[in-house]
């Protein structure tokens, strides 16, 4: 699946609900469990509603683990960190976490059209114009950092995939580097597009 192309198509109560109310239900998610989430146990009914939305939004499993499992090394690399520095319990905690708002945030994509989102962002901020707050550029950069999450993903898998192609095992260092640079260039080629329309006037 694409990631250009991440917005799964149907007709579900989660695909028809408006984008704002969308986006602020994410947002809200992320800083509740951010603030409230301290023990692992914790995760669970944030886990369980987050999956239940997915079952709900009739997500396949295979789409739906597709914008997953593309982190799934980045989020060892964490864990490793945090259980050296932290303890079991702190890095259950934050690789949870980090786990269910990438969850959530691949679930907005997945049932909401971009252009919505800019649209519902806009008219939210729009108030804002009179203390020098552009609400068009400030869309652009939320849409452009929740379609970023399964961007990434994508390159990873990509990555990914041509490391398997070539029979090469697992290594690290070999998938941090092409990651890096893919990425990079990615943010290059967004910019110079940008650039090109007018933004960063």
């Given at each position: 699946?694409?990631?250009?192309?991440?917005?799964?198509?149907?007709?579900?109560?989660?695909?028809?609900?408006?984008?704002?109310?969308?986006?602020?239900?994410?947002?809200?998610?992320?800083?509740?469990?951010?603030?409230?989430?301290?023990?692992?146990?914790?995760?669970?009914?944030?886990?369980?509603?987050?999956?239940?939305?997915?079952?709900?939004?009739?997500?396949?499993i295979r789409a739906a683990a597709a914008q997953l499992r593309p982190v799934v090394w980045v989020l060892i690399v964490i864990g490793t960190f945090q259980v050296v520095f932290?303890?079991?319990?702190?890095?259950?905690?934050?690789?949870?976490?980090?786990?269910?708002?990438?969850?959530?945030?691949?679930?907005?994509?997945?049932?909401?059209?971009?252009?919505?989102?800019?649209?519902?962002?806009?008219?939210?901020?729009?108030?804002?114009?009179?203390?020098?707050?552009?609400?068009?550029?400030?869309?652009?950069?939320?849409?452009?950092?929740?379609?970023?999450?399964?961007?990434?993903?994508?390159?990873?898998?990509?990555?990914?995939?041509?490391?398997?192609?070539?029979?090469?095992?697992?290594?690290?260092?070999?998938l941090a580097v092409p990651v890096i640079v893919s990425t990079l260039m990615t943010a290059d080629s967004m910019g110079e597009a940008l650039a090109a329309r007018g933004v960063?006037?």
């Open positions: 699946m694409s990631t250009l192309g991440l917005y799964h198509p149907g007709d579900t109560v989660v695909h028809r609900l408006p984008a704002g109310p969308k986006v602020v239900a994410l947002v809200a998610g992320i800083v509740g469990v951010t603030v409230l989430v301290r023990e692992p146990w914790q995760l669970v009914p944030a886990a369980l509603l987050v999956a239940g939305t997915y079952a709900i939004a009739r997500i396949p932290s303890g079991w319990v702190q890095a259950t905690v934050v690789c949870g976490v980090l786990l269910l708002s990438i969850a959530a945030a691949a679930l907005l994509s997945l049932t909401t059209r971009v252009t919505d989102m800019l649209d519902a962002i806009t008219a939210a901020m729009r108030p804002l114009r009179r203390i020098g707050v552009d609400p068009d550029r400030v869309a652009l950069v939320l849409a452009m950092t929740i379609r970023c999450i399964p961007l990434m993903s994508g390159i990873v898998q990509r990555v990914e995939d041509a490391r398997k192609s070539r029979g090469l095992g697992f290594s690290l260092r070999a960063d006037d």
